[in-house]
């Protein structure tokens, strides 16, 4: 067993303390936590204090084991909690019944990470100041989450994406009002934020309210949802797919959270909901116009014809850097010629792009029109 799989003594102490058990102090002298727990008193949970002891492995598979009978909790699942108690996680499931769950596009799965980190960046940037829509998720604060939070394994069961935020990764306060939960530290502000509001999102579409919900956001002075977090979560869904969403939390031990958050609440957002989530994003974001403008980005997937003079063309899907700092995806229609340089530039390693045309507003991928120019970087 590596050292990686292995649960640190005093995470598994407050683990187990999470979940009831008391320390017994005698046990420190024999540099053993010796824990009991009132409900059930025939039953202890010994493992040395000691990372370095001879039978450390051993005696915590033990604890793991005799929790998981004592609970009917599977020994993995108790694992992984108390590998993870200083974090709070986020697992992302994505499937689709037409596609059977066989594959996922690959432009998609770009844009599945690419809506994870604004999914955070924008909670992170409305707990530091709620607004209904943020011009640039550029608070040094968000950022730092992003560089925080890692990546995990992913989980069988469809196409699973799971997060790590750890809760005590930064020593900051926000400005949004959490209730009588005002003390929690600022990474767990943003993730109870970021269930709270798609909670509120999901009941405002499943119950016909989305007009009153919509008015109470523009309303009120700290929204709990703004537009870019509703942007984001539009990158989780794939028209060709027609895929559904799941999400769902797994809450750090190390700070309490209310029975009501703490239930096991599976947030779907089923296919149907994503033109409704859409709808929302821009009525939060001030009115948006055309935008015609040079811009710098890669091309993400190549979809053009054959035409009867043997050269391809059609449409393209490119990823643009915005002058926010955002990239957004986009569909353009090129002419032989932009296509034969858009396809240098999609089998070329780092190679950009540069276009200049009129970028319209809406869901990703965004529709790009009357082209002036598009070509190859060249160094």
């Not at 939070?149 to 989980?155: C, E, I, K, L, V």
């Not at 959270?257 to 939060?284: P, W």
Request: with cysteine; aromatic share 8%; proline share 5%.
């Amino acid at each position: 067993m590596t050292q990686e799989s292995l649960i640190s003594p005093t995470d598994l102490r407050d683990f187990t303390k999470s979940l009831g058990w008391e320390l017994v102090k005698e046990g420190l002298s024999d540099r053993l936590y010796v824990l009991q727990n009132p409900k059930f008193p025939n039953r202890q949970l010994t493992f040395p204090m000691d990372l370095a002891a001879p039978d450390y492995a051993e005696s915590t598979q033990r604890v793991i084991d005799k929790l998981s009978e004592i609970l009917d909790v599977h020994p993995g699942t108790l694992k992984t909690r108390a590998l993870n108690i200083r974090e709070d996680s986020l697992r992302f499931r994505i499937f689709s019944e037409q596609n059977g769950d066989r594959s996922l596009p690959l432009s998609f799965t770009t844009s599945l990470v690419s809506g994870l980190q604004q999914l955070l960046k924008a909670s992170a940037c409305n707990v530091m100041r709620p607004k209904a829509y943020h011009p640039r998720l550029a608070f040094t604060e968000a950022q730092q989450l992003i560089e925080k939070s890692r990546f995990g394994h992913t989980a069988p069961g469809s196409f699973v994406l799971q997060v790590s935020c750890p809760i005590h990764a930064l020593d900051i306060q926000g400005a949004l009002p959490m209730g009588d939960e005002s003390d929690l530290p600022f990474v767990r502000r943003v993730t109870l934020a970021l269930k709270r509001g798609m909670e509120q999102l999901i009941f405002a579409i499943e119950g016909d309210s989305l007009d009153q919900f919509v008015d109470s956001l523009k309303s009120t002075s700290t929204p709990i949802l703004s537009s870019n977090l509703c942007e984001a979560l539009t990158q989780f869904y794939d028209e060709t797919l027609g895929n559904s969403l799941d999400i769902s939390f797994d809450w750090s031990a190390l700070e309490p959270i209310s029975a009501k958050d703490s239930m096991n609440g599976t947030l779907r957002f089923q296919r149907d909901y994503f033109g409704r989530i859409e709808e929302i994003r821009r009525e939060l974001r001030p009115k948006e116009g055309h935008s015609i403008d040079t811009f710098i980005g890669t091309v993400e997937r190549l979809s053009g014809e054959m035409g009867e003079d043997g050269h391809r063309s059609g449409e393209v899907i490119l990823n643009l850097l915005l002058q926010e700092g955002e990239s957004v995806r986009t569909r353009v229609s090129l002419d032989s010629q932009q296509y034969q340089e858009a396809d240098k530039a999609h089998m070329t390693e780092g190679a950009y792009i540069r276009v200049c045309g009129k970028l319209l507003p809406g869901r990703q991928p965004r529709q790009m029109t009357e082209l002036s120019s598009f070509g190859l970087i060249r160094s």
